[in-house]
């Protein structure tokens, strides 16, 4: 099902986000794991989110309203970007602060290269959501990058602790071939349903 998006606001500092109203999803991940490229892939509109070719544009989280009921909170990369240790400093305090202040907020995903699967980053990240009490789960990304084979194995790293059990099973998806794509929108809607 193809969602109507609209571009909200654009908050680099965390003094906006308060104003939006709708209750949210937030995307997280590293700056080269795909955020945008899956956000376009979700509405069906590839240029709601920018898709750069430097890992790292996005500085500030950027709010989406989808079908006017819900939002989509598109939050900064981390780990990849060339920025400085101060600017990465306040995307980590925007970030933290709308983690713990959003009353809107309703669950986070978080991206990982299924190549890679989850480190230390996403640890931390996944402790954090814990501590703030606000559900999360991984989205296994780039799943066209690899043989199906494969995938058992690669999911199997998604498993085991318990940091990454509490999120569920990952849901495996690939942007570019929009595979995974309607199971992450059932997630995504039963966020919402009453």
């Known amino acids: ?11 680099p500092t965390g003094d906006s986000w308060p104003k939006v109203t709708l209750p949210q999803v937030a995307f997280a991940g590293r700056s080269n794991v795909g955020k945008s490229s899956l956000l376009n892939a979700l509405v069906g509109h590839s240029r709601l989110a920018r898709v750069g070719k430097t890992p790292g544009r996005t500085r500030g989280i950027a709010f989406f309203e989808i079908e006017g009921r819900f939002v989509f909170a598109d939050l900064p990369g981390y780990g ?9 400093e306040g995307w980590k305090t925007l970030v933290e602060g709308y983690f713990s202040a959003c009353r809107l907020l309703r669950k986070v995903y978080i991206l990982v290269d299924i190549r890679r699967g989850p480190e230390e980053d996403e640890e931390m990240l996944a402790e954090y959501l814990s501590s703030c009490g606000v559900p999360y789960r991984f989205v296994g990304m780039k799943a066209d990058k690899v043989k199906p084979r494969e995938i058992p194995v690669l999911s199997s790293r998604f498993a085991g602790t318990t940091w990454l059990a509490r999120g569920g099973p990952p849901v495996l998806v690939s942007a570019r071939t929009r595979e995974g794509i309607d199971l992450l929108w059932r997630d995504i809607r039963a966020v919402f349903s009453p």
């Open 80 to 88: 990849f970007a060339k920025v400085s240790r101060a600017e990465r």
């Open 1 to 11: 099902m193809t969602a109507s998006p609209r571009f909200l606001l654009f908050d």
